[in-house]
């Protein structure tokens, strides 16, 4: 086995400050990925904002747990990252940067790091990660269109 980096960019015409807004929303991520939950592990009754050390756990279409992540590194507008805490694939990492574009908009980079993975999966795990950066991209586009 061997590690992989992988990084995908992509646009949006949203502003930086709504795409971090989609990230950090784990009720949003059904609606722009192909997740069917994405749930904060918050204490009963406990309703506030994501941050750092806070668990997510992430449920396919058939209802199993895929993963679980901690979210590591929250910087407003600029860096949601997370890490693989349980799951198939446990040794994963991944940084979605936000930057603002020349003419507007966000500019999107999203990398993954695996460092136990095998030769077979790597181009599967490339194409995701770019159709997760594109999803985001056109989700984030899809609320500035709905409120334009």
């Known amino acids: 086995m061997s590690s992989l980096a992988v990084t995908a960019t992509s646009h949006s015409s949203a502003p930086a400050a709504l795409v971090y807004a989609a990230l950090l929303d784990a009720e949003s991520w ?4 192909s997740y069917y939950e994405v ?3 918050l204490p009963a009754g406990v309703e506030r904002p ?13 209802g ?7 979210i590591v590194e929250l910087v407003p507008d600029q860096r949601f990252s997370y890490e693989q805490a349980a799951g198939l694939f446990a040794s994963h ?12 908009g966000t500019n999107i980079t999203w990398s993954a790091t695996y460092w136990h993975t095998l030769p077979l999966m790597d181009t599967l ?19 500035v269109s709905r409120h334009s």
């Open 30 to 33: 059904p609606s722009w990925t």
């Open 39 to 41: 749930e904060m592990e």
């Open 125 to 143: 795990r490339r194409r995701r990660l770019q159709v997760w950066v594109h999803d985001l991209a056109s989700y984030a586009n899809s609320i």
């Open 50 to 62: 994501a941050r750092a050390d806070d668990l997510r756990t992430i449920r396919s279409r058939l």
């Open 64 to 70: 199993r747990v895929c993963c679980r992540e901690r």
């Open 93 to 104: 990492r991944g940084s979605v940067d936000l930057t603002r574009a020349p003419h507007g």
